[in-house]
């Protein structure tokens, strides 16, 4: 069984993992975003499998959940900001192709204008 400090301090290193992550996609540092979020999942994990002892008093208890309501907070902003840089690639991309649309259709016409100026082989011959 953990004890009631050791669970504190796991508690307030997710704490801190957590504003790291929201930090980074605030500041648009998506692969370093990615790298964390693996190590956040980790901790996640572990804390998930951790009992809380039953002698933990309510103060404790009370901190823990405050912890808890301040990593739920973050989560909830960085998934709308990730949400608003998916909708921002989701442009990109959607520009991206109607520009290769774009790209092909007129490199089609300039194929088929170069036929048209092309002499005909009767006018090669005078």
């Known amino acids: 069984m953990v004890s009631p400090h050791r669970l504190l301090k796991d508690y307030q290193q ?3 993992l957590s504003q790291k992550i929201l930090h980074l996609a605030i500041s648009g540092q998506w692969d370093t975003l990615v790298e964390q979020e ?3 999942v980790q901790s996640v994990e572990g804390l998930v499998n951790t009992p809380i ?8 208890r009370l901190h823990l959940r405050q ?3 301040e990593v739920m907070d973050n ?4 998934k709308q ?6 909708d921002e690639l989701s442009s990109l991309m959607g520009q991206s192709l ?5 790209n092909a259709t007129y490199s089609e016409f300039a194929g088929q204008r170069r036929l048209l100026d092309d002499p005909l082989p009767d006018e090669t011959r005078s």
């Open 98 to 102: 109607k520009q290769k649309s774009i």
């Open 67 to 69: 912890i808890l309501q």
């Open 53 to 60: 002892p039953d002698e933990i008093d309510s103060v404790m």
């Open 75 to 78: 989560e909830a902003k960085v």
């Open 38 to 40: 693996i190590v956040y």
């Open 81 to 86: 900001l990730l949400q608003k840089r998916m």
């Open 14 to 16: 997710l704490l801190s």
